[in-house]
């Protein structure tokens, strides 16, 4: 019966919203388009702008008319795609696969350049007028250790010269033993000092190093490979990745129904010296308030002053990917100074359905103060009603971006890899 | 006498199935408790981050197949064996027979024939 009224509760609080603002989210009654392989709200329209073209992360378009995508995986021996859709029907009819050898999440442009992030580098090309950059990039920023686990290097500018990479922890909870139940936390983690934050750069100096012109920006960040300046707040934001298995390690105090839902997947506005409180404590929105991590003395009660409070948390394990403002006015009012979060979805919620696989919309103001509750812009992209094991997701949103026009764009990995355009075409 | 080794033959039988389906329940109790959360329920792991478990040949091989990976995690992958995100812990703290239940159930299920390991095909492999 419990369970009953907590699957309740889960399916609740899941529903869009419709906030204050007005704006109304995906209408959950509306069927979904399987070979377009998503839904929008009223008055938005989407095409399949690119299709089968591998393993693409973080895309940016740019004002040439192009379209880059960083490939997580090489494709044609490639570590990125260039795009254009010359006639404007919303598809591309070119593709040019260029980065050879390389292979990465992150991708931004900045100052005429076309940056891209491997795990261990920062690197840039001269902007091209047309189609791919030529030549080998310049090396922007190196020293960042060769790791596995949440080893993407995204990226963001604030547009005064600074660069912003996320340098994810490899760990999960900074456990003595990796991933171990019974395993303490570290206090001090040293995790912390060369990872686990965003560490800024110079954006225009070539041959920086992590160590010694990296400069740790914020820390106790998991891994926030979804992050971005809000030009109109003039602040960096991020959706760090909250911790795995606290029901499989802690089930003496999670549930595995909490241990799904748990913890928040949080959403902050970064100033300098921040500190988002990753190993020592998380955060429940349901409780709106932040706990002590297990590993280091928590039982899912006692409060943590280690830490500041997120904007909102979402539900666990969604797995935020990235995170956007738009630049222009394109999008109706409502959707023009808010954050557009992707979430590319859960696999730590079994026995449960796993969850995400979506893009949120959090109404804001032009300060940078969230307004409202959060909507989901898009889901269906799963092409399944309920995702039991992540392999049956068809796609997993990755990657946004705008265009000059205006128009957002979203990128999936799943499935050989694909980009919808999305558009505002009104009622 | 004939009558009495028939018996005693079909109680053998039903002994060994006994043992055979407390052992899978026991490797399922413990691939669920350690394992699920990541390989999924279905074995079906999460793409590009942690490796399915259906069809390996790791689980259709020698009974070292599986037995090392409990043992010593990712670092008895093999160069270019996989391609995934995440890093499996060693979970060389649980007992012989615990390893040698989960693998008995990982090389008897996902679609695998790998079939039953003993702890005595664990211990050997621990000083490895």
């Known amino acids: ?427 | 006498m004939k009558a009495s080794k028939i018996v005693f033959a079909a109680l053998a039988l039903w002994g060994t199935g006994a043992v055979a389906q407390e052992t899978d329940a026991k490797g399922e109790g413990l691939y669920k408790e350690h394992c699920a959360s990541c390989h999924q329920y279905d074995g079906g792991g999460v793409p590009m981050l942690q490796p399915e478990l259906i069809g390996k040949p790791r689980a259709n091989g020698k009974p070292g197949g599986v037995i090392d990976m409990i043992l010593f995690g990712s670092d008895a992958m093999r160069e270019n064996e996989g391609d995934y995100g995440n890093e499996m812990p060693a979970f060389s703290h649980l007992t012989d027979l615990e390893i040698a239940q989960i693998a008995t159930y990982v090389r008897t299920h996902f679609e695998n024939r790998g079939g039953p390991v003993t702890s005595d095909d664990v211990k050997p492999r621990r000083a490895r």
């Open chain 1, 1 to 427: 019966m419990l369970k009953i009224i907590f699957t309740a509760v889960l399916l609740c609080s899941s529903t869009a919203t419709i906030a204050a603002s007005g704006i109304v989210g995906v209408d959950e009654a509306a069927p979904i388009d399987a070979e377009l392989g998503l839904r929008l709200p009223d008055g938005f329209k989407a095409t399949v702008f690119a299709d089968q073209i591998g393993r693409v992360r973080h895309i940016v378009a740019a004002d040439n008319g192009w379209l880059y995508g960083a490939l997580m995986r090489p494709q044609k021996g490639m570590g990125a795609v260039a795009l254009r859709d010359a006639d404007g029907d919303g598809v591309a009819e070119e593709n040019i696969f260029f980065a050879k050898g390389l292979k990465g999440t992150g991708i931004g442009i900045y100052d005429g350049y076309l940056y891209y992030g491997t795990d261990v580098s920062i690197l840039r090309w001269k902007l091209p007028e047309n189609g791919e950059p030529q030549g080998t990039p310049e090396l922007i920023a190196y020293g960042f250790a060769e790791k596995r686990q949440h080893a993407a290097k995204s990226f963001t500018f604030d547009g005064k010269g600074g660069l912003y990479v996320n340098v994810g922890a490899p760990s999960n909870a900074c456990m003595e033993k990796m991933r171990t139940k019974g395993s303490p936390g570290m206090d001090p983690c040293p995790i912390l000092e060369e990872f686990g934050g965003i560490w800024k750069f110079d954006a225009s100096k070539q041959n920086q190093q992590q160590s010694k012109e990296g400069v740790r920006y914020a820390t106790g960040i998991r891994n926030a490979v979804a992050l971005d300046w809000n030009m109109r707040a003039d602040s960096l934001y991020v959706v760090p990745h909250g911790r795995d298995q606290l029901g499989e390690f802690f089930p003496e105090y999670f549930t595995p129904e909490e241990s799904a839902e748990m913890p928040s997947e949080e959403f902050h506005r970064v100033a300098e010296g921040a500190d988002m409180g990753w190993p020592y404590s998380y955060y429940d929105h349901r409780k709106g308030e932040r706990l002590v991590m297990p590993e280091y003395g928590g039982d899912g009660k006692t409060v943590s002053d280690r830490g500041q409070k997120p904007l909102m948390g979402f539900p666990g394990h969604w797995a935020p990917n990235d995170l956007l403002f738009l630049k222009s006015d394109a999008m109706p009012e409502g959707y023009r100074m808010g954050a557009f979060i992707g979430f590319h979805g859960s696999w730590n919620r079994a026995p449960f359905p796993q969850a995400g696989y979506r893009i949120a919309y959090v109404p804001m103001d032009a300060a940078g103060n969230v307004t409202d509750d959060w909507i989901t812009f898009a889901d269906g992209f799963a092409g399944v009603e309920k995702v039991m094991s992540p392999r049956d997701a068809k796609h997993r949103p990755m990657g946004l971006t705008e265009d000059a026009n205006g128009a957002l764009y979203v990128s999936s990995l799943m499935s050989g890899g694909r980009i919808w355009k999305i558009t505002y075409e009104g009622k």
